[in-house]
C-alpha cells in the first residue's frame, strides 16, 4: 500500500538552531498536513498544504507542498524547548477522499 | 467551539473484560476517525465514519473491536476480551467533507488503555 517515508526519524539539537524534516511519498499527493504531537497529548495540526509549490508559514514554522507532489518539508526556526515533541507528516492522494496517509514521525530532543 | 473530547483519559482493565471507548467529535464535522498508537509508534487508523454512509473498517485489527456511530455524532470502540497486546493510546479525530479545511482531521486528547 501507500506509504510515507519520513526523516529524519529523531533529532537532538540545541535550543535556537533551526530545524529541517521531510517526507516523501510514492505517488503524488494533493495534500500535505503537518502535525505535532506533546507526550500525552493528541496530534494538533500545524499547516495544512494544497496545492503544489505553495509555502505556507505559522510563527516559526514553514512548510512546503513539493514541486513534484511528491514531497513535503517542515522547517522550524531558531528552536525553542517548547518545541519538542514528534512531528507527524500527513497526506491524500488521488485515490483517496477521506483516509490520510501518515508518516513514522520525526521526534525532536533539545540537548539539555 | 469545542473540540474533539473523548472519555476516559484512562482505562485499567483485567485480560479477558470488554472495554468502552467514547468520542464526541466537534460539532458538524461529519467525519470520524479512531486511530491506535502504541507507545513511542506512529498511528494505526482502525475505522473511518462519514455521514450515513457504511464505514470503513479495515484497519480494524481482529473481530474483537468494533465501533459504533450514533446519530452522526457520539462514537464509541468496544474491545471485546482485552489482550494484553491492545494497551496502547486509542486516538480519535474529526474533519469536515467539504468546503475549507476538509479532510483536516482535528484530534482529541485519547484514552490510554492498560490491559493488566
Known amino acids: 500500500g501507500q506509504q510515507l517515508n519520513q526523516s529524519p526519524q529523531s533529532m537532538f539539537i540545541q535550543e535556537g538552531e533551526d530545524v529541517s524534516m521531510n517526507c516523501t511519498s510514492s505517488s503524488i499527493f494533493n495534500t500535505w498536513l503537518w502535525y505535532k504531537q506533546d507526550p500525552g497529548e493528541g496530534p494538533v495540526l500545524l499547516i495544512a498544504l494544497y496545492k503544489a509549490g505553495e509555502l505556507t508559514s505559522n510563527g516559526r514554522l514553514t512548510a512546503q507542498f513539493g514541486i513534484t507532489r511528491k514531497d513535503s518539508f517542515l522547517n522550524i526556526s531558531a528552536s525553542i524547548p517548547s518545541d519538542v515533541g514528534i512531528y507527524f507528516c500527513a497526506g491524500r492522494d488521488m485515490d483517496s477522499n477521506y483516509q490520510l496517509i501518515w508518516g513514522a514521525g520525526t521526534k525532536l530532543i533539545i540537548k539539555p | 467551539g469545542a473540540g474533539v473530547s473523548q472519555s476516559p483519559s484512562n482505562k485499567v482493565t483485567e485480560k479477558g473484560k470488554d472495554v468502552e471507548l467514547r468520542c464526541d467529535p466537534i460539532?458538524?464535522?461529519?467525519?470520524l476517525y479512531w486511530y491506535r498508537q502504541s507507545l513511542g509508534q506512529g498511528l494505526e487508523f482502525l475505522i473511518y465514519?462519514?455521514?450515513?454512509?457504511?464505514?470503513?473498517k479495515s484497519g480494524l485489527p481482529s473481530d474483537r473491536f468494533s465501533a459504533e456511530r450514533t446519530g452522526g455524532s457520539v462514537s464509541t470502540l468496544t474491545i471485546q476480551r482485552t489482550q494484553q497486546e491492545d494497551s496502547a493510546v486509542y486516538l480519535c479525530?474529526?474533519?469536515?467533507?467539504?468546503?475549507?479545511?476538509?479532510?483536516?482531521?482535528?484530534f482529541g486528547p485519547g484514552t490510554r488503555l492498560t490491559v493488566t
Open positions: 460539532s458538524g464535522h461529519t467525519a
Open positions: 465514519f462519514q455521514g450515513n454512509s457504511a464505514p470503513d
Open positions: 479525530a474529526s474533519s469536515r467533507t467539504s468546503g475549507i479545511g476538509s479532510y483536516e482531521q482535528y
